[in-house]
């Protein structure tokens, strides 16, 4: 059973950065694509970041520049660091697995 557990979330002023974190058990995490979207009270999900078992990352257009997705293999971890962040990049994100498995979501809060 595949299980994936993000932390990392919490409050942060406009400018600063955050690190989000998801580690991935019950697969063979080498082989998986892993993306991270979030969830605005009131709006749909959205893409954020997806990164390839080869390490090829892509971003959305409001992430580009500012966060950077990696993984660790060794640790089935995978990670999205944010900078530069704005009041309108709170939302619920989550780590998603091949497409198909969500976590349970780490809130990020953008307010001064």
């Known amino acids: 059973q595949v299980q994936l557990v993000e932390s990392g979330g919490g409050l942060v002023q406009p400018g600063g950065s955050l690190t989000l974190s998801c580690t991935i058990s019950g697969t063979n995490f080498r082989l998986a694509t892993m993306a991270w979207y979030r969830q605005a009270p009131g709006n749909q999900r959205e893409f954020v970041a997806r990164i390839t078992p080869g390490g090829f990352a892509t971003y959305s257009n409001s992430a580009e520049g500012r966060v950077t997705i990696s993984r660790d293999n060794g640790k089935a971890m995978v990670a999205l660091q944010m900078n530069s962040l704005k009041p309108e990049d709170t939302a619920l994100y989550y780590c998603?697995?091949?497409?198909?498995?969500w976590g349970q979501g780490t809130q990020v809060t953008v307010s001064s």
């Open positions: 998603n697995y091949n497409n198909v498995i």
